[in-house]
Each structure stands twice: as structure tokens, then as C-alpha cells.
């Protein structure tokens, strides 16, 4: 699919973040878009920053959905069709999630579960969902944004990190099994799963406002979250990266210098994972060592 210009695309998570910048880059290329997330704030202000420089005639439609509820996702996609008047749509960027859930001794078990839930089950459900209205696209595509930690379970070896490292590591194995799936059953769709590092986003911040008590939240967004945001790779430039992966159907795709030096070292050092000297590892890729 080298143009996405006519077609609809479906986008969860579309209020920040690496959505968002979905959002504009595509409406910006002619490409209606359906997004859900579970602020609609902040998807009216993605839809007023897309209209800025959106092809017109798009169609930007939004949706209040908490992916990890199956009735939500169903009718998030009835709502799709509704809005868009259509019984297909060409892609699907299964992007929403969360962070928590690091212990499986520590942590309660309803931060755990609520993380693993989003960032698996989000991915699934809306799979299941739109997948009838990807089959009758003449073209399609499923984008399925794993992470780093789908191929390496870790923060580093001093920070516990499950919920999140296993529901990304499902869903690069989903997608990966889709590959094949696809070319039998459905030649006409395509699978594509993303592994971003470090992105510059909210996702720390909607963690700690989600999760953590009322007297952290204050301390620990100002000190953490805000930096998480402000240092990482810019989420207009991961866009960028992910739809130039879709464009020339790679099913693997980096997001980050960090992603590709850290996808690089594991390969090369698996034993040495999850060692102190892993920090040393990587920095020795970026530098191309």
C-alpha cells in the first residue's frame, strides 16, 4: 500500500502520543481516520490539530472505548462503519497501551492485570473486530505496536517490568503468526508489528495518574513522567518511521536508534540479556561496535 490517499484507516489510542501523530500524518495524506481512546478531550484536540492539515473531504471520526472490553471494541468498529459509511476499512493500527503492572510479587494484581489487558487484549479484541471489514478491503494492512520489551523483558536489571514485557511479547508473536496466516487465507492483508524504544510520550504520565496514590502523582509526574515525555524521540518522527514501514510492507519495524542498537545487542548477546553489563552492550551498538 504505497498510498494512503481514499483509503480509512482505524487508529486506537488516537488522543497522544504516538496515535495522534498517526492521526495527522495520515489525515495529511488523504486518509479518512477512526480513532477511539478513553479521553475524548484528547481526541478533540487531535481532531483540531489533524484539521490544521488535513486533505479536505477526510473524515476524522472519534469514539470513547476502553480496548481492553470486547463490547467496547465491537462498538467502536459498528461506529466506524456508521460514521464512515463503509463496510471496510484498509488499516488498522492496533497502538493503544498503558504502562504498570512491573511485579508479579509486588504489584497489586488489578495494576498487573489491567496493564496486561490493555496491551494485549486492546491489540486482540479490535483484530477480531475490524478483521471482517479488513477482508473486504481490496488492500489491507494491520499494524500492531509492540515495543523493545517484546523482545526484551526489562527496564534494566535493577526494575521489575512483567505485565508490560509479556503483553508485548504476545503481541509480537501474534503478529509474527499472522504473517503466514495472512499469505494463506488472505493474501490481500498484510501484518506489521512495530517495536518502538523510547518515544516521546504520555504514556508514563497517564500511568502514574492511573495508577499511583494522589500524594505520588504530584512528585513523580514533575520528576519522571514529564521527562519521559520531553527526551525521547519525537512521536511525529516515529509516525513517520511506522508509515514508511507500512509503505514498503516490512513486517518488522524499528522505531528509535535506541530500538535498533537494543534489537542489536540482544541478538548478538542473548545470554547477557538481563546482566548489568547489558547497558554496555547497547551503548556499544549505537555507536556501531
Not at 138 to 159: K, R
Request: overall charge negative; charged content about 20%.
Amino acid at each position: 500500500m504505497r498510498d494512503f490517499s481514499g483509503k480509512i484507516a482505524v487508529v486506537t489510542g488516537g488522543g497522544s502520543g504516538i496515535g495522534r501523530a498517526l492521526v495527522q500524518a495520515l489525515t495529511a495524506e488523504g486518509c479518512s481516520v477512526a480513532m477511539c481512546d478513553i479521553r475524548e478531550a484528547d481526541m478533540l484536540e487531535t481532531v483540531r490539530l489533524a484539521e490544521k492539515t488535513a486533505v479536505q473531504g477526510v473524515r476524522i471520526s472519534t469514539f470513547v472505548a476502553d480496548v481492553a472490553q470486547e463490547k467496547e471494541t465491537l462498538a467502536f468498529r459498528d461506529h466506524t462503519g456508521e460514521q464512515h459509511e463503509t463496510d471496510h476499512v484498509h488499516l488498522l493500527f492496533n497502538n493503544a497501551g498503558i504502562g504498570g503492572g512491573g511485579s508479579m510479587i509486588n504489584t497489586p494484581r488489578a495494576e498487573w492485570d489491567r496493564t496486561f489487558a490493555v496491551c494485549w487484549f486492546g491489540v486482540y479484541y479490535n483484530a477480531r473486530a475490524f478483521l471482517p471489514m479488513l477482508l473486504k478491503a481490496p488492500e489491507a494492512h494491520m499494524i500492531n505496536v509492540s515495543s523493545v520489551n517484546g523482545f526484551w523483558a526489562s527496564l534494566g536489571p535493577q526494575t521489575s517490568h512483567t505485565a508490560y514485557s509479556a503483553a508485548k511479547f504476545a503481541v509480537k508473536g501474534f503478529t509474527e503468526a499472522l504473517i503466514n496466516d495472512f499469505r494463506n487465507n488472505a493474501p490481500h492483508v498484510k501484518a506489521s508489528v512495530v517495536m518502538p524504544g523510547h518515544i516521546g510520550t504520555n504514556i508514563a504520565i497517564n500511568s502514574i495518574l492511573a495508577y499511583a496514590p494522589a500524594e505520588r502523582q504530584q512528585e513523580e509526574i514533575k520528576a519522571y513522567a514529564e521527562a519521559f515525555r520531553d527526551n525521547g524521540l519525537p512521536p511525529a518522527e516515529a509516525a513517520k518511521i511506522i508509515l514508511d514501514g507500512v509503505r514498503e510492507e516490512r513486517w518488522r519495524i524499528l522505531v528509535g536508534p535506541d530500538a535498533v542498537a537494543l534489537d542489536k545487542a540482544v541478538r548478538a548477546h542473548p545470554e547477557e540479556a538481563y546482566e548489568h553489563g547489558m547497558a554496555d552492550l547497547v551503548a556499544r551498538a549505537m555507536a556501531g561496535g
